[in-house]
């Protein structure tokens, strides 16, 4: 893998597309928290994770999905024994400890979740534990950050507008051709040339609204593709494993996707 400055640092690889970093910076620094919106595979949690260890606090990631409940999130009771010990659950010990805590796809998780986050998203930054009979007020340090993919969303599952008021929020798109190729020669140390050609692919794959597919290309998707090809699997052959089979399971829009393959390798 190309040695970059972050790796020297033995920070996780991230490249900013905007300016992100500062944005982070600035929303930590005033205590908000942050709402990071964007398709799946656009770096949001490789940049949750970047600045994390940059700023050198811990961070504890909850992947929410339809069944995460406040109770998942605060905490719970358990019976061992004769014995019933009260367990905190990730928020409680992000704000326990000053963590920083990432909602990775926030709107999956149970309204009860929503409601549990409203005294720790304004300016009381007190976390209400009704269950244990506790208040904890959230040092400092804590931070919350959630994800959320609007395209995915649409129609579907939709973060509130109340609920979206509470964050500062930063749009992650695909980034340009030329930085995103920096991060798929990073993250692959596939042939610059080879890469090039990845991402132009990419490009055409995005801009045919008309194949109807439900999540576009992502930078994660070229990510695996690029190494599955730098360890020697040919070009076509691992973009139909890395992109076309991962996108659609419809024989006709795969067959599309296919085309647009060959024009490129
Ligand atoms: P998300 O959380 O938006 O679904 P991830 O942060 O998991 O996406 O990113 C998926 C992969 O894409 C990462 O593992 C990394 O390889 C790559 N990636 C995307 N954007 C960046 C970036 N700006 N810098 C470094 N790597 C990136």
Redesign the pocket.
Known sequence: MPQNADDANGLP?????GRECEVFEHAYKNRLPLL?K??????????V??MSAKMKLPMITVSCHDETSAVDLLGRYLVKGSETTWQDGPMTRACRTGAVLYL?EIAEARPDTIVALHSLTDHRRILYLDRHDEEIAAPPTFMLIA?FNPGYQKGWKELKASTRQRFVSIE?QY?SEA?ESE?VR??SNLDLSQVKLLVQLAGRIRNLAELGLAETV???L??STAKLMADGLPARLACDVGIVQPLTDDAETGAAVRDVVALVF
Do not use: C, H, M, W
């Not at 690889?13 to 597309?17: A, C, E, G, Q, T």
């Not at 964007?38 to 940049?47: D, L």
């Open positions: 690889y991230y490249k900013p597309v990071l964007g398709p799946t595979g656009s770096g949001k949690s490789r940049f994770e970047y990775d994800s992650f980034p930085v991060i990073a993250e992502s930078t994660r070229l990510v």
